[in-house]
């Protein structure tokens, strides 16, 4: 507690308090005639009566909405994970709704409302869920009585994507229409329609295109730009429509977005990605995250449209390749299996 003097003679008592809903500080203050140890007295106990008054928290009147606002403000994220957070949150909202009453929450209420939630979906209602038990906004810990959901098995085997795969994981980013969104997708599908390494993708400005032309000869490597992998590695490939489009596409995306670069594919800030980065927004939305099945899965595309194995093994900038030969034998293979089941339903007389 301080004071202040006023002008009229008589003494102002203050205190500062931390606001538990902003997470601000705030004042109050008392006026008497004089200071002295009574009227001290006097001031505490009425500070501290309107401290208690403004800080008690009414949790009937807490929104989900405005429980996530303290949650955030609490944690002071770094603004990478603050960034991450708000996504996450955004998701939340399509099961739980933001004007929805906190301390009304029961397991069997917020089990219901989860149960197309993801299993990062549950862990972030959690830890929101344990802010509010922890700051006596709600009574039950109902956090440890939400039912996880159990994590697709993923098949290891496969050295590709298939087409309808691929498809189905860029119709789950666009989802939602936010930059992040946006340009993960643009990554997805380019590294598809060029079989791009990620490490070469990063790297691409817009000046290693020349008309349907794109030159490779550099590459992300542990956050530098560095010369690419081998000697093959340096190439200039031919780009399709698609990827033209793409390349256009994000320029008009960073300029709605007012980011200035150079390099085809930036974060919000407009710098460089990083591998760890593209490999953690995938993670959070559920989706695979081996980059370099994208690639395989352009080899895959290439020899189903009747590319030889020479010229895809040019085009990804391999001398020579076990794997690309095991993608290039299972595509060709399995248009041999179409070609047999076609054979097997014509009736020729």
């Keep these: 507690m ?55 928290i009414s949790t009937g009147d807490i929104t989900f909405e405005e429980l ?3 949650f955030l403000k609490e944690k002071e994220l770094k603004y990478s994970s603050k960034e991450t957070y708000k996504y996450l949150i955004n998701r939340l909202y ?10 009304r929450f029961t397991p069997v209420i917020i089990n219901k409302k989860i149960e197309n ?13 344990n802010f509010a038990y922890n700051k006596d906004i709600i009574n039950i810990k109902i956090s440890d009585k939400l039912i996880k959901k159990k994590p697709k098995k993923v ?22 229409n936010t930059y992040v969104d946006n340009n993960l997708a643009y990554i997805i599908e380019f590294l598809v329609n060029t079989g791009l390494r990620i490490g070469e993708c990063l790297a691409l400005t817009y000046s290693d295109v020349n008309g349907d032309e794109l030159t490779i000869d550099k590459r992300l490597y542990k956050r530098n730009i560095d010369t690419t992998k081998t000697k093959a590695s340096t190439r200039v490939i031919v780009l399709n429509k698609r990827s033209i489009q ?3 596409e994000t320029k008009l995306l960073k300029r709605i977005h007012g980011i200035k670069s150079d390099l085809i594919f930036t974060n919000r800030k407009g710098e460089l990605y990083t591998y760890r980065a593209i490999h953690a927004l995938l993670q959070i939305r559920e989706l695979p995250t081996d980059l370099h099945k994208f690639r395989h899965t ?52």
């Excluded at 939630?117 to 869920?129: E, P, Y």
């Design 298 to 349: 352009h080899a895959s595309l290439l020899a189903e449209l009747g590319f030889t194995l020479e010229e895809i093994q040019r085009r990804l900038g391999h001398e020579d390749s076990s794997i690309t030969k095991k993608v290039y034998l299972h595509a060709t293979n399995k248009m041999r299996e179409q070609e047999k089941e076609k054979f097997r339903k014509v009736n020729i007389l």
């Design 68 to 70: 996530i606002s303290m």
């Design 246 to 248: 793409i390349i256009a």
């Design 117 to 129: 939630c993801t299993a990062t979906d549950i862990k972030t209602l959690k830890n929101i869920l």
């Design 2 to 56: 301080y004071t202040e003097n006023l002008p009229n003679g008589k003494v102002k008592f203050i205190e500062t308090y931390k606001d538990p809903l902003t997470n601000k500080y705030r004042r109050v203050s008392v006026t008497f005639d004089k200071e002295n140890a009574q009227t001290r007295k006097r001031a505490i106990r009425e500070l501290e009566k309107k401290i208690n008054e403004k800080t008690a």
């Design 155 to 176: 098949k290891k085997d496969k050295l590709y994507y298939e087409r309808e795969e691929v498809q189905e994981i860029l119709n789950k980013i666009r989802k939602n």
């Design 94 to 103: 399509n099961f739980i709704d933001r004007d929805a009453i906190v301390n």
